[in-house]
């Protein structure tokens, strides 16, 4: 058994963005992420890296366009305000079709909100980030080990299908410690014949541009993305069921609300109440494909979210709207649990799933 590490979450992501051959890193402290920041101040200039605080979530997201440019592995991280400000960033990544990782360990808002643990910043993510017509990948951890292992999932597909990835973590996977493993295997970085690394005078230049004024060409550049898009979403959705076999009724929940859920789903069967999880690890692509196989067999569906009701829309899409789908939730930096989750569960129950 490889051995384990006591990290944070924040840590973790961090560490398994160097093994993952991160070597370029631009950030802004913000709470509750700023650890990040911090760890890679302190490893990067030890491993022949760059960190840099740049002067503003803007500024760093710029400087990650320029070394996804360049055709190297490169990550900031934020937290949902700076996320926002990042917004006009990653839509000239998906416009230049440039690879990265975007970390958001998100906290309560809007505005400025509040420093404690939130997951409302799912409709920003899944939706684009920024304008136009573009998707991001986004993976949502539920525990420090996933924290890294998405991580270098996170680089390994932005490369693949060159675009960004982000790390969609809540407050509290950043901040709290568990054993970590860091032994895991790592595609290398493939070959970018697009990059801007000079031409040697041996081949034509490189541009890297999301500026396109002519319409039909803009159209089939877009069209051409979303094809892309459709590939993922065939091959690289990702999902946990806990107990969903027999199932009546089923919980769907990400990082923190499905560590609680489970607690709850373990004591609501002991009570004889068959009732299961399905946790989406891809927020986007959303494992559309398990929800629409349990709508066969449950009694209705409940979401249970940090934020007032985001993913529940995309749990009605996936299902078909063919059973209720309720909501069980806390916001502000609040979380629900194991308790408020379990009467959410007993409440179904008694109602035979009907809304």
Same mark, same amino acid.
């Not at 939730?329 to 035979?352: F, T």
């Given at each position: 058994m490889a051995d384990k590490v006591l990290m944070k979450g924040n840590e973790a992501i961090a560490e398994a963005a160097i093994i993952a051959g991160c070597r370029h890193y631009f950030g802004y402290p913000i709470t509750p992420q700023t650890e990040i920041a911090a760890y890679m101040a302190k490893r990067m200039p030890k491993i022949g890296g760059t960190f840099l605080q740049a002067e503003s979530e803007i500024a760093a997201i710029n400087m990650v366009y320029g070394v996804a440019a360049a055709g190297l592995r490169v990550m900031t991280s934020s937290s949902s305000p700076g996320i926002s400000l990042k917004g006009e960033g990653l839509s000239?990544?998906?416009?230049?079709d440039l690879p990265s990782l975007v970390v958001n360990v998100q906290r309560g808002g809007p505005g400025l909100g509040g420093?404690?643990?939130?997951?409302?910043?799912?409709?920003q993510a899944t939706r684009g980030g920024g304008h136009g017509d573009f998707r991001m990948i986004v993976l949502a951890p539920a525990s420090v080990q996933e924290m890294a292992e998405l991580t270098v999932r996170g680089f390994e597909l932005a490369d693949k299908y060159r675009m960004t990835s982000m790390i969609l973590a809540d407050g509290t996977m950043g901040q709290m410690?568990?054993?970590?493993?860091?032994?895991?295997?790592?595609? +290398?970085? %493939? $070959?970018?014949?697009?990059?801007?690394?000079?031409?040697?005078? #041996?081949?034509?230049? *490189?541009?890297?541009?999301?500026?396109?004024?002519?319409?039909?060409?803009?159209?089939q550049l877009n069209i051409?993305?979303?094809?892309?898009?459709?590939?993922?979403?065939?091959?690289?959705?990702?999902?946990?069921?806990?107990?969903?076999?027999?199932?009546?009724?089923?919980?769907?929940?990400?990082?923190?609300?499905?560590?609680?859920?489970?607690?709850?789903?373990?004591?609501?069967?002991?009570?004889?109440?068959?009732?299961?999880?399905?946790?989406?690890?891809?927020?986007?692509?959303?494992?559309?494909?398990?929800?629409?196989?349990?709508?066969?067999?449950?009694?209705?569906?409940?979401?249970?979210?940090?934020?007032m009701g985001q993913m529940i829309e995309d749990v009605k899409l996936?299902?078909?709207?063919?059973?209720?789908?309720?909501?069980?939730?806390?916001?502000?930096?609040?979380? +629900?649990? %194991? $308790?408020?989750?379990?009467?959410?569960?007993?409440?179904?129950? #008694?109602?035979?799933? *009907?809304?």
């Open positions: 000239y990544l998906a416009g230049s420093i404690q643990p939130s997951q409302s910043d799912y409709f410690m568990e054993p970590v493993a860091l032994d895991f295997d790592v595609a +290398p970085a %493939p $070959e970018k014949p697009w990059a801007t690394t000079g031409t040697g005078l #041996k081949r034509a230049h *490189n541009i890297v541009n999301s500026l396109s004024l002519v319409p039909e060409e803009l159209e051409a993305r979303f094809e892309r898009y459709k590939q993922i979403e065939e091959n690289e959705t990702l999902y946990e069921e806990y107990m969903m076999d027999d199932a009546e009724i089923a919980i769907a929940a990400f990082g923190i609300a499905a560590r609680v859920a489970k607690n709850a789903i373990v004591e609501a069967r002991k009570m004889g109440i068959k009732v299961g999880m399905i946790r989406p690890i891809t927020l986007w692509p959303f494992p559309k494909a398990p929800f629409k196989k349990a709508a066969e067999h449950v009694k209705q569906f409940i979401s249970v979210e940090l934020s996936a299902s078909e709207c063919r059973v209720p789908v309720t909501l069980c939730n806390r916001v502000g930096g609040m979380i +629900p649990s %194991p $308790e408020q989750v379990l009467e959410s569960i007993k409440e179904a129950a #008694k109602n035979g799933g *009907n809304d």
